[in-house]
């Protein structure tokens, strides 16, 4: 296995679109270890493939405390949805920023696991926004696009800072 480097906001590569996996193979398989353990040696309770540099749609998730729930989804897609809840998030890519987001309390999501199997889920709380987080960055969406353009203009020159001395 290997730790990956995460792109840090705002770098453009961020706002790409990944393109669905068509086959769940080992280099699919591979990835999803090497993200797993980006992830949890990050640590973040959430991982998406683009944030590595991977324009496929792949994501992986863990929100347990003992860090041994691991959820990995290949092509996932939120069927339905219900309610909304704002949330107080934070991205690996966007180091020390935290802000709040508006999301879908509860989601209906289909997607292959790391053997390519169908499979769907219905997840609320943390789980639900971790995973539209998640969606978001294969549709080349981080959270702060969300946030106001005062804001999004903050958070742009301090990232450059912290990235010049980094
Ligand atoms: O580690 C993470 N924590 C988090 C907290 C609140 C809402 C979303 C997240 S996801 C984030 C990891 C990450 O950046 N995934 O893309
Ligand atoms: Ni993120």
């Known amino acids: 296995m290997a730790l990956l480097d995460i792109l840090i906001y705002p770098d453009q590569r961020l706002h790409a679109k990944a393109k669905p996996v068509d086959q769940v193979d080992s280099r699919i398989q591979q990835l999803i270890d090497n993200m797993s353990e980006t992830m949890y040696s990050a640590p973040?309770?959430?991982?998406?493939?683009?944030?590595?540099?991977?324009?496929?749609?792949?994501?992986v998730v863990d929100i347990s405390e003992s860090k041994d729930s691991l959820l990995a989804m290949v092509n996932?897609?939120?069927?339905?949805?219900?309610?909304?809840?704002?949330?107080?998030?934070?991205?690996?890519?966007?180091?020390?920023?935290?802000?709040?987001?508006?999301?879908?309390?509860?989601?209906?999501?289909?997607?292959?696991?790391?053997?390519?199997?169908?499979?769907?889920?219905?997840?609320?709380?943390?789980?639900?926004?971790?995973?539209?987080?998640?969606?978001?960055?294969?549709?080349?969406?981080?959270?702060?696009?969300?946030?106001?353009?005062l804001k999004q203009e903050r958070i742009r020159k301090k990232m450059k800072k912290t990235l010049r001395i980094t």
């Open 76 to 149: 996932p897609e939120i069927i339905d949805s219900e309610g909304q809840a704002e949330t107080e998030e934070g991205c690996l890519s966007v180091p020390g920023i935290y802000a709040p987001v508006n999301r879908y309390e509860k989601i209906q999501v289909r997607a292959q696991d790391k053997k390519g199997e169908s499979f769907e889920l219905e997840a609320e709380g943390l789980l639900s926004i971790c995973i539209q987080h998640e969606i978001d960055h294969l549709d080349g969406k981080v959270f702060v696009d969300y946030l106001s353009r």
């Open 44 to 59: 973040g309770i959430g991982l998406a493939a683009p944030q590595v540099n991977v324009l496929e749609r792949i994501i």
